[in-house]
């Protein structure tokens, strides 16, 4: 069994069917998962190099366009004595 590359047509009708069917009356496009994914990962506080490599992108500055969704100052940065994981 072989991998094949889907046509990125197809994943944006699907996503645009999916769309209609939920009844969203915004455009919403695969960049907008993209742009979603890593504004989440931002918030979490995902090293910007990370989700460089994980976006693909050929230079940093690209990824840094993601960084103005934040707009949290050091009100985002969640101190290690509240992480619950620790």
């Known amino acids: 069994m072989r991998g094949h590359h889907v ?3 197809i994943v944006n009708k699907a996503i645009k069917l999916a769309v209609r069917k939920a009844g969203i009356n ?3 496009t ?8 890593a504004a989440h990962l931002l918030q979490r506080g ?3 190099r990370t989700i460089h490599a994980l976006l693909g ?4 500055s690209t990824t840094m366009i993601y960084t103005h969704v934040l ?3 050091g009100h985002g940065v969640l101190s290690p004595l509240d992480d619950p994981s620790i």
């Not at 695969?30 to 994914?37: I, L, V």
């Not at 992108?57 to 940093?60: A, E, L, P, R, T």
Request: cysteine-free; proline content about 4%; glycine content about 4%.
């Open 7 to 9: 046509d990125p047509s």
């Open 26 to 28: 915004k455009r919403i």
């Open 30 to 37: 695969a960049h907008s998962f993209r742009h979603s994914f």
């Open 46 to 48: 995902t090293d910007i």
């Open 57 to 60: 992108h050929s230079n940093v």
């Open 71 to 73: 707009q949290q100052g």
